[in-house]
């Protein structure tokens, strides 16, 4: 389960948050964030974040070797990135390409 659709490739009830659908389906791999509606949520946020009928859901699954520009690549949104924070460290845009994301990391 990569991308999904809320309410069509399972079956959503009001207050429906992004742990609920992952536990619902079994998931266990680890996860960077997901994106809903193109909007990007940190995995520490699964608990809260609450899924919309019909909301298209990306989950971005985190690999050995992934790096900031390689998450930022999962974003169709062509805002400009300046800066990001791995554990609360920042991270300036000069090393989101050497900048490698750890296992259970919270990225924003």
């Not at 998931?27 to 809903?36: A, C, D, K, T």
């Not at 985190?62 to 999962?74: C, F, N, P």
């Not at 554990?87 to 490698?100: R, V």
Request: glycine share 10%.
């Amino acid at each position: 389960m990569n991308k999904v659709i809320a309410g069509k490739d399972f079956s959503w009830y009001k207050g429906m948050t992004i742990k609920d659908l992952l536990k619902e389906c079994g998931e266990n791999r680890s996860f960077v964030g997901v994106l809903i509606n193109g909007i990007y949520g940190s995995r520490s946020r699964f608990h809260e974040l609450q899924i919309p009928n019909g909301a298209e859901i990306e989950f971005i699954p985190w690999r050995e070797g992934m790096t900031l520009i390689d998450l930022i690549g999962y974003q169709s949104d062509q805002t400009y990135i300046c800066a990001a924070t791995i554990d609360g460290l920042l991270i300036s845009e000069d090393y989101f390409d050497k900048t490698l994301i750890p296992e259970n990391a919270e990225v924003y």
